[in-house]
């Protein structure tokens, strides 16, 4: 008989006789034996294969976009439709989403001034800000006015609108101001409470070429991220309770070159097999773009990411593969490569802004990020605290002890890792997520994350209590439940 079909009869059983210990243990073991089937084809030879394709030179480090970039999300979608997936865009596999790239002018055509107390206060564009060019040429004047989530348009419309942030809330923030820019806002100021090793690290960032998510109609009004000791004194203060002085005003100007642009991620899926739960998915996803082409090292300007995150996508590619060729589990399973990581997580944030599956319905993401190198029995799962998700997949790994994993969790808080993966724009819409990752090494963001330098036996270990641990998610009676904390923290307190 069929393993399918024996699976079938033996739950069958099961419900014939519910109160029979030997035919439950049965059926565990008849899904046990099917999982650790299809986990097996999870092979570190197919791992090696697939990152040898996807970090080779000729795809030039799959930066977004480019070439390489197109290609890569080409061979991904060539091998979901060769493993049957169903396209999660009509016909299609690829979900493209608008880009703006902005190239920064030259700090002569970036300028700041404040006007209050009686005196004009000239801010310096290489110490105190730096300009988030968003238009060719931009400027923007008028009276300031704190930022509020409460305020309709009308009441900040003409203004320069000013909030205040924090390393953990600043890309919340510029989301938000963007929009209040887009709706008739004459400028933006974001007020950054930060040491000035992160400002650095902001103003390097913002200072070389960048990608925003959408069309440049959308980004025509200036905007700054501004230390926030070095604004005036009144004006601080007052900034730290929520107000503005009366009579404060601001004038702001950039300059840059923009260009429209687009980028995509390729989403396949497989329907689940329960009427009932068919409408829930279990979300993998792995970021399948790179830092491109840039300055060369030893030779080599060639930015490869065998490890980072080429190492990811084969994962994907080899779960999706192993869940196609297997019975289905109760829930449908949704595999993803995005882009952009690299560039802010853009591509991920799309799809939380346009999901092809509903997020209320998503009942957990596995995201995979560097799983190659360090350590041989050991990954780390970023979120273990957060749900029920990390007891499951301690459950699963100690069920697997052939796997030879341990599961810990962030060993790396200071570093913020949860906030740098394509997971969190998951958690923070409230999808409990599991982020699996080997952590960072010398040839991180360098030409030397070459394929040859992969431990591909682990990698491929990795991926299978990935396998094991999605199918558990997709057969279980309950969805993964939340911390109550956690999810205050993550999901309800996020950009506050």
Known sequence: MPKRLTLAFTVLLLYAHPGSDSLLAQAERAVGEVGGERAATITASDMQRRVGLLAHDSMGGRDTPSPGLTKAAAYVASEFRSFGLEPAIGEDYLQWYPLTAIHPGPASGQSLVLRGAGREHRLDPASDFVTLAVGASTRGSGPLAVFSREADDEELAGKVVVALATPRTLGERLSELRKTLAAGAAGAIVALDAPEQYMSGVRM????????????????????????????????????HGEVPGGWSADLRSTASVQADSAMNVVGWLEGSDSELRDEYVVFTAHMDHVGIGRPVAGDSIYNGADDDASGTSAILELAQAFATGPRPRRSVVFMTVSGEEKGLIGSEWYGEHPLFPLEKTV??????????????????????????????????ARHPELGLEVIDDIWPEERFYFRSDHYNFA?????????????????????????????EKAARIARLIYLLGLEIANADDRPAWDPEAYRRVVKDVGE
């Open 205 to 240: 960032f913002f200072g070389t070429e960048r990608l925003s998510l959408g069309r440049m109609e959308a980004l025509d009004r200036p905007a700054v991220i501004v230390r926030l000791g070095s604004l005036p004194g009144p004006l601080r203060r007052a900034l730290e």
């Open 364 to 397: 957990a993401n596995l995201n995979i990020d560097m799983i190659g190198r360090n350590w041989e029995d050991t990954v780390v799962a970023i979120g273990m605290e957060e749900s029920s998700l990390g007891e499951t997949v301690e459950r699963v790994a």
């Open 428 to 456: 923070r819409r409230g999808v409990p997520i599991l982020f699996f990752f080997s952590g960072v090494h010398p040839d991180y963001h360098r030409p030397s994350d070459e394929p040859s330098k992969l431990k591909y």
